[in-house]
Nanobody
Framework: QLQASGGGVVQSGGSLRLSCAAS????????MAWYRQTPGKEREFVAL???????YYKDSVRGRFAISRDSAKTTVYLQMNNLRPDDTAVYFC????????WGQGTLVTVSS
């Protein structure tokens, strides 16, 4: 089970930190990631951290967002700084292990 939290309403230029805690048996986790989705659009990749600790970002968030995980590798975070209105979306956490797991989504709203 993946439990995401940390969404909310913030003004443009503000910051939020999302968290996603993985509980239960996932087997060997290869990837922990964040995706986002706005109404009428496909879910899009935002950031990931792999088992080796390497991180990858969507071009538009690189330098503003930072993905990290705890030492137990069961919680993934997304620190979002300098937020913009086009970052408004429902954010989903993802775990790639023996299969794909998705969290329930947390809404981030950035007002101009």
């Amino acid at each position: 089970q993946l439990q995401a939290s940390g969404g909310g309403v913030v003004q443009s230029g503000g910051s939020l930190r999302l968290s996603c805690a993985a509980s239960g048996s996932f087997g060997s986790i290869n990837v922990m990631a964040w995706y986002r989705q706005t109404p009428g659009k496909e879910r899009e990749f935002v950031a990931l951290v792999n088992s080796g600790g390497e991180t990858y970002y969507k071009d538009s968030v690189r330098g503003r967002f930072a993905i990290s995980r705890d030492s137990a590798k069961t919680t993934v975070y997304l620190q979002m700084n300098n937020l913009r209105p086009d970052d408004t979306a429902v954010y989903f956490c993802y775990v790639g292990a023996d299969t794909a797991y998705w969290g329930q989504g947390t809404l981030v709203t950035v007002s101009s």
